[in-house]
């Protein structure tokens, strides 16, 4: 399994030094303090800027939250590819040990959680660009352990089994729950490619 054949995420635009100051700002405060309690008095004060200057960049602080979670999005994406576009390539239990592994250490706080889960409570429940990111986000992640599976029904079984840590880990505070079910994952991959042998 190589990075080239994931599916890419889509290219990520830079933003004017006042506008970075603002997603720094909402990175760090939406994560720390959630989404819906972050004003943006707070975002202006933590980003050394003015409300005005927010609404210039942004249009609302919908526009902040959709600007963020685009951003965060694409590092992932990113991060992730470049961790699996291995020479010569991944065999596929070390490529979803690999995925499991870069998430636990992506969670910066596991008390607090996954930054994408900590936003899909937040705003996947109502219907926008934010939700549908969240959303395409899912389905790339979802693409992506199908792709390391070779098939969709195993990926997706990995998948689920990637969002249960995910939120497990958030429920629990323990960085561990990640790494279970990261085993587990490996297990039912070696399985599965070694069943057709135990038939002979």
Sequence with gaps: MTALDLPRPAADSRSTPAGEAILAAATDLFYERGIAVT???????RAGTTKRTIYQRFGSKEGVIVAYLRRRIHSWQLHLLAELDASPPLPAPLAAATVFEEARRWTRDPARGCSFQIAWAEVGVRPGPAAELLREQKAWMRALFSGIA??????????????????????TGDA???????????????TRRAAPDDLH
Aim: glycine share 10%; hydrophobic share 50%.
């Design 150 to 171: 070779g098939e969709a029904e195993l990926g997706a079984v990995l998948h689920q089994l990637y969002e249960g840590a995910l939120v497990t880990t958030a429920a």
């Design 176 to 190: 561990e729950e990640m790494t279970r079910a990261k085993v587990m994952a490996q297990t039912l991959l070696r």
């Design 39 to 45: 004003g943006v008095d707070l975002l202006a004060e």
